[in-house]
């Protein structure tokens, strides 16, 4: 009898203890799920969730410090925050500071890839020196060419700067493509290989696109087709097609086989293009959505003496849409409308009232930068955390050094700051633009010194 007891009793230990070891393994997975969620248990004993930070600098191996604590890791890296406003100092020995206020939100992930600390024992040195006065400096987007011509020379000379330590120049013979033209606007195609010039040739625009590869297969567009186009752009990477604004006509010239298309759209005082779909402001300021093979679609209207701005980009495979009317802006996100009048369909991501009248309003940084700008004020959206920046210049012009600093010129001096206006820094003694050369090592930029003029750069990667 005392073994048949004995028995049952070591049963349900049995029982008992699998029990308890299975609920303690589904409570340590539903734990640690939640704190792969962000989950986390406060010093108030509530639960909540965190979001993620992801920080990368350049160069890495940055201390990082939040809320005047610092990480044992360096950058770059990641850390769980909880929701709220957080203060983010990046530093490293030898360099400057990078610091910015964050929001993290709960459940969601975000991403400082661009913070850029300056090297700061930096020696400037001369790369080239001119007696001339230097034109039509411009860099292409992979930040490989510098393109300019001098006052004295009807030809331009290409550096290749891919090796920043090791400069080459060659003469790029233009002269032809644009003698007795007056270079007004110059872009580059995404893939750096083409240069879109607008010119002014006996009161009329001209544009011609000049292939840096190969000068004969440049194309003057205007004369190839005897049209007066007012707006013109790269519809695609490598440059082959573009888009142009004829008398209020949209069409799509192919550069490669000299066609040009059908009017598109008619009636067109702007618009913005991507993923064969273009956007548009009509004559009577309707805001209309071409896409290829159906009809047009009518998004909004607004009066006539209103002024509209608008533009259209593709971020995180999220179509955006945005339209600045008078001082306010609007930005909308999601699946695009496939109805007149449905523009509501879209999810309304940021609504703002701003201090000034957008002039222009353009795409930048692989669609997830939109900024309005009228004058020296600046007003930036950043998809990324769907936050608008407004903020003002030292003047009207600016650059990008690169994808996410911008730099003005201000009493002879080179100023920068990150897109959103933060982290504001002189940064060297400068005249005219610059950029920061592809393996980010050098500051490449244009200084007038003693009645030369001098391309110079400074190393700011140790």
């Known amino acids: 009898m005392d073994r048949e007891r004995k028995k049952r009793l070591q049963t349900i230990r049995l029982l008992v203890t699998e029990t308890i070891m299975v609920v303690a393994i589904v409570v340590l997975v539903i734990v640690l799920t939640f704190v792969a969620m962000g989950y986390s248990l406060g010093k108030n004993g509530e639960v909540g969730q965190s979001g993620l930070l992801q920080v990368r600098s350049i160069p890495t191996g940055a201390i990082v410090e939040i809320d005047n604590e610092v990480l044992s890791a360096k950058t770059n890296t990641s850390k769980m925050l909880p929701a709220g406003i957080h203060k983010i100092k990046l530093s490293k020995t030898g360099y400057d500071t990078w610091e910015k206020e964050i929001v993290s939100e709960s459940g969601w992930l975000l991403k400082l890839d661009y913070p850029r600390l300056f ?85 009329k625009t001209e544009w011609v696109v000049i292939n840096v590869n190969d000068l004969d297969k440049s194309l003057n567009i205007s004369q190839v087709f005897g049209m007066d186009f007012s707006m013109m752009e790269f519809a695609s990477d490598n440059g082959e097609s573009l888009l142009g604004l004829e008398n209020g006509n949209i069409r799509l010239i192919m550069a490669s086989d000299k066609t040009v298309s059908r009017v598109l759209a008619s009636k067109v005082k702007q618009f913005s293009q991507g993923d064969r779909r273009i956007l548009y402001l009509s004559d009577d300021n309707e805001v209309k959505l071409y896409q290829e093979g159906a009809d047009d679609i009518s998004l909004a209207k607004y009066a006539p003496e209103q002024k509209v701005n608008i533009a259209f980009g593709e971020y995180l495979s999220r179509k955006y849409i945005a339209i600045a009317v008078d001082t306010e802006i609007c930005l909308y996100r999601g699946n695009l409308p496939t109805k007149d009048n449905m523009l509501s369909d879209m999810e309304l991501a940021l609504k703002r009232e701003l201090a000034f009248i957008p002039e222009s309003l353009i795409v930048h940084l692989h669609d997830q930068l939109y900024i309005a700008q009228s004058g020296n004020n600046l007003a930036v959206y950043d998809a990324e955390i769907n936050n608008i920046s407004e903020y003002g210049l030292e003047n009207n012009w600016y650059y990008f050094l690169d994808d996410s600093l911008l730099a003005t010129i201000s009493d002879g001096r080179m100023i920068v700051r990150d897109f959103d206006g933060t982290n504001r820094r002189d940064i060297t003694a400068a005249t005219g633009a610059g950029f920061i050369t592809k393996d980010s090592k050098y500051l490449i930029y244009l200084k007038s010194d003693r009645g030369n003029n001098c391309l110079m750069r400074e190393k700011i990667l140790e």
């Not at 550096?159 to 606007?185: A, H, M, P």
């Open 119 to 203: 090297y700061n024992d930096r020696t400037p040195e001369v790369v080239r020196e001119y007696s001339s006065d230097i034109e039509h400096f411009s860099v292409s987007p992979n930040h490989e060419f510098i393109l300019y011509s001098l006052a004295s020379s009807g030809d331009w000379t290409l550096l290749n700067v891919n090796n920043s330590t090791d400069i080459t120049e060659s003469t790029f013979g233009v002269s032809k493509l644009l003698e007795g033209r007056q270079v007004v606007n110059y872009t580059w195609n995404n893939n750096s290989d083409k240069l879109l010039v607008q010119t002014s040739h006996e009161g």
